[in-house]
C-alpha cells in the first residue's frame, strides 16, 4: 500500500508549521500568530495544543474546546491556516465544528492501533476524509506500528496524509530529549517512497539550541518540512518552555537552513562517489563473511577443549582497542561500539551454532 504526497507540502519545500505547545490564552495564540507573520512569512499554518497528553498528572492539561474558538479567531485575523492534536473521536467533532484545517495524532495515541482506528473511523463517519491529518511517530521506534496508523486513516478515505518524525522515548536518548532514531524515518520513507514527511525538531531536541542542527538534518534528508514549536514569550509558556522559540528566532533558523534541490550540477561527481561507497559496502560484507567464518572455526576449538563460548575479558579488551582506534581515525566512539556489540552479538550466535552441532 502506497499512500501519495500529501497536498499541503506540494505547494512549499519546506512546508512550515509553527506555533505554540499549547493554546495558552487569546492574547498569547495572537500575538504569537502576529509576530510570526511579521517574520517569517513563509509559514502558512499555526499549530497550538488544546488537549495536552501529559506524561505525568497535575501538569497543565490544555484549555479544550474554548481554545478551539480563539484558534478559528486566528485564521480569521491573519489568515494562517490552523491545526491541533486530536486524541478522542469527540475531539475531532469539536475540530470540525471550529473549523480547524488539519488535525493530528500524537506520540502516545499513535502506539495505541484500537485508538487510531476509532479516530480513523469518525473521520469517515463525519465526512471529513478530505481534511488532512498529521501522524507522529509512536513513542517505541517500531515503524510497522506508524506505517498501520497511517493505514488506518488511508482505508478510511483520507485523503491528505502527512508523517511526523518527533523521536523515540528511549531510557537513556543521547543529548536530545528524544533520540531521532534517523532509521526509523529512512526505513519509513523506504517503504513508501511517497509519502509525506515533516520533522518535528522541537520535541526530538527538548532544548532550543539543538533545533536548528536537527532541522537541518531533515533537510538533508529531503523531509518535505518542518513542526517547530514558537512562542512570542517561551519562558512564559505552560508546557515545553525550554525548547519553544520566539518567532523572531524562527526567522533567524529558517533563513540559515540550506534546504538542497533534488537535481544539481554535482550529479557526476556524486555518481563517482557513489561507485566508490558501492564497493566498500561489498569489501565490509565480504569482511564479515571471512570473519563469521573464523568465529565458527574458533567455536570448534572451543567445544574440543571445553572452553566458554564468551570470553567477557577479551570481548572487553577487543572493544576498547577498537575504540582508541576508532578515536584515533576520527570515528564516532557511539557508531563504532555499536556495530562492534552487533558483531560481536552474531559471533556469538554463530559459535553457539557450531556448539549445538
Ligand atoms: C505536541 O506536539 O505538543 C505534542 C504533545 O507532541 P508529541 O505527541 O510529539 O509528544
Ligand atoms: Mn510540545
Excluded at 506540494?10 to 490564552?25: H, Q, R, T, V
Aim: proline share 5%.
Amino acid at each position: 500500500m502506497l499512500i501519495p504526497q500529501s497536498d499541503l507540502t506540494k505547494a512549499l519545500k519546506p512546508f512550515i508549521i509553527a506555533g505554540p505547545c499549547s493554546a495558552e490564552s487569546p492574547q498569547q495564540l495572537l500575538q504569537t500568530a502576529i509576530e510570526i507573520k511579521q517574520n517569517a512569512a513563509c509559514v502558512q499554518w499555526f499549530r497550538a495544543g488544546v488537549w495536552k497528553p501529559r506524561t505525568r498528572p497535575s501538569s497543565f492539561e490544555g484549555m479544550g474546546e474554548q481554545a478551539l474558538v480563539w484558534l478559528s479567531e486566528i485564521k480569521e485575523k491573519t489568515g494562517l491556516k490552523v491545526c491541533t492534536e486530536v486524541v478522542k473521536p469527540k475531539h475531532i467533532e469539536l475540530c470540525l465544528k471550529h473549523n480547524i484545517d488539519a488535525l493530528w495524532i500524537g506520540a502516545r495515541t499513535s502506539t495505541n492501533p484500537i485508538l487510531v482506528q476509532e479516530l480513523a473511523n469518525c473521520i469517515r463517519d463525519l465526512g471529513a476524509t478530505n481534511v488532512p491529518v498529521m501522524v507522529k511517530n509512536p513513542v517505541n521506534p517500531d515503524v510497522n506500528l506508524w506505517i498501520g496508523a497511517m493505514e488506518r486513516l488511508f482505508n478510511v478515505g483520507c485523503e491528505d496524509i502527512v508523517a511526523v518524525h518527533r523521536g523515540f522515548s528511549l531510557m537513556n536518548s543521547g543529548k536530545y530529549r528524544q533520540s531521532p532514531l534517523w532509521s526509523v524515518p529512512i526505513e519509513l520513507k523506504r517503504v513508501m517512497p511517497s509519502l509525506s514527511i515533516l520533522c518535528d525538531p522541537s520535541h526530538i531536541a527538548g532544548k532550543r539550541d539543538y533545533i536548528f542542527e536537527i532541522s537541518q538534518m531533515a533537510m538533508n534528508l529531503s523531509y518535505d518540512g518542518l513542526m517547530i514549536e514558537t512562542h512570542y514569550d517561551p519562558e512564559t509558556a505552560q508546557t515545553d518552555s525550554r525548547q519553544q522559540i520566539t518567532p523572531q528566532q524562527l526567522a533567524v533558523l529558517l533563513n540559515r537552513l540550506t534546504v538542497p534541490s533534488k537535481e544539481n550540477k554535482t550529479m557526476s561527481s556524486v555518481t563517482a562517489i557513489r561507485e566508490q561507497i558501492d564497493r566498500i559496502d561489498s569489501e565490509i560484507i565480504e569482511l564479515l563473511q571471512r570473519r563469521m567464518k573464523h568465529s565458527e572455526d574458533l567455536a570448534l576449538i572451543k567445544r574440543a577443549e571445553n572452553m566458554s563460548l564468551y570470553q567477557p575479558n577479551r570481548w572487553k579488551q577487543l572493544l576498547e582497542q577498537h575504540l582508541a582506534e576508532a578515536e584515533q581515525k576520527g570515528l564516532s566512539a557511539d557508531f563504532v561500539k555499536i556495530i562492534f556489540e552487533q558483531i560481536h552479538e552474531e559471533s556469538i550466535k554463530v559459535q553457539s551454532h557450531s556448539f549445538q552441532r
